[in-house]
C-alpha cells in the first residue's frame, strides 16, 4: 500500500517532465504533405498514392521555429532504404518549404528530421 501512494506522489514530477519535454522542440511541423507540385509556395496534387509516370513527387510542410537559422532534413526512403537526404534552411519563424524526388514503384516514407537529429514528423506514400 504504502508503495502504492509513493508511486501516486511521483507522477507529478513524471508528468511534469513529460510536459516540458514536449514544449522544449526549437521547430514543429505544422503540415506536412506529398503532391505533384508548388504553386505559390502551395502544394498541388496532394495525395498518399503515385503512378510512376508521375516521375517526381514534393514532399511539402509548413515549420514553425523559435530560433532561427535552423537547419531540418527531409531524409527519404523506399522500401525501406534511405535514398537522399535533402538539407533544407528554415530562415523565418513560420515557413513553408520543400523537396523533391524522382520516384520509382514501391513504399516510400520521408522524414522531417532537426538538427539533433529527431524525428519532427513522417509521412508515406506508394508508388506504383
Known amino acids: 500500500m504504502k508503495a502504492f501512494f509513493l508511486c501516486l506522489s511521483l507522477l507529478p514530477l513524471l508528468w511534469s517532465d513529460m510536459v516540458f519535454c514536449q514544449h522544449d522542440q526549437i521547430c514543429r511541423v505544422e503540415k506536412m504533405v506529398m503532391c505533384c507540385g508548388v504553386e505559390q509556395k502551395e502544394p498541388q496534387g496532394e495525395a498518399k498514392a503515385?503512378?510512376?509516370?508521375?516521375?517526381?513527387?514534393?514532399?511539402?510542410?509548413?515549420?514553425?521555429?523559435?530560433?532561427?537559422?535552423?537547419?531540418?532534413?527531409?531524409?527519404?526512403?523506399?522500401?525501406?532504404?534511405?535514398?537522399?537526404?535533402?538539407?533544407?534552411?528554415?530562415?523565418?519563424p513560420t515557413m513553408r518549404t520543400w523537396s523533391s524526388k524522382n520516384i520509382w514503384p514501391g513504399q516510400w516514407k520521408v522524414q522531417a528530421v532537426d538538427e539533433d537529429g529527431g524525428v519532427l514528423t513522417e509521412t508515406s506514400f506508394v508508388v506504383r
Do not use: N, S
Request: proline content about 5%; aromatic content about 12%.
Open 50 to 92: 503515385f503512378d510512376a509516370a508521375t516521375g517526381r513527387v514534393v514532399c511539402w510542410m509548413r515549420i514553425a521555429c523559435v530560433e532561427i537559422p535552423q537547419e531540418v532534413l527531409h531524409i527519404w526512403y523506399v522500401d525501406g532504404q534511405k535514398q537522399a537526404e535533402v538539407p533544407l534552411t528554415v530562415k523565418f
